[in-house]
C-alpha cells in the first residue's frame, strides 16, 4: 500500500479464521509514521487454542509527491513596476515542504534596470524527494522620469549690441540612454531686447522637458565721436 506523507493513515485490519478452531485471537503490531518518507510494517498476528500462530505482514510506503510551496516574500507581489536607472533590490522568497524542514530556494533571472522592458526573476525549490515548484516575479523597467537638460553658462546671459551670439554647449541626459533635443527661437543682436530660446528634450519613453534660456541684448558702448 502506498500513502502521501501527511495524509492519516487508517489501517484496513485484517481477519483470520481455523476451520478446527474458533477461539482466534489476533493481535497487531507496527505503526505507521505518516511524517516521514520511508517503508513502514504492519503485522499482524493469529493464535488458535493450541498455540499455533500464523503472521501476515502489511507494508505501507509513504511517499512524498508534493512540491514544496513557495511565497515571494515582499509587499509588491509577483508583478510590478520599477523605475529605469534605480537600484534594484530582490524581496526574495521561500520555500516549505511537507518532508522537509527547510528547502533552498534557487534564484535564476535578473533585472536589467538600464533597460525599459519586462524581466522575470524565477525561484525553485527542490525538496528531498526529487519534487520541484517553481514560481516568478515580473519586473517591469519603465521609464516615467524627464530628461535633463544642462545649460552651459547658465539660464540667463547678457550679449553685447551689434555681437556675436554662441550658442551655448547643451547637455541631455535620462536614465534610457537616449533623448532627442529640439532648440526654438533666434537671438537678434542686432536690436537691444529680451530673447529666448527654448530646449525641448524627450527620451523614448515621451518624457518631456523644457528649459527656457534668456538672452539680454544690451548696449554698454558709449557714442563715439567723429
Known sequence: RQMCIRDRYIDDGASASDDRDSNIVTTTSGTVDATKVGSNKITYSATDSAGNTATATRTVNVVDTTAPSIK???????????EAGSAYSDDGATAADLNNASVTVLVSGGVDITKVGTNKVTYSATDSAGNTATATRTVNVVDTTPPEISIEGGLEVTVELGSTYVNPVVTVTDASGTATLVTYGVINTSIVAVDDMTYVATDASGNTT????????????APVFT
Open 72 to 82: 515571494l516574500l515582499g509587499d509588491r507581489g509577483s508583478s510590478f513596476n520599477h
Open 210 to 221: 523644457t528649459v527656457v534660456r534668456t538672452v539680454n541684448v544690451v548696449d554698454t558702448t
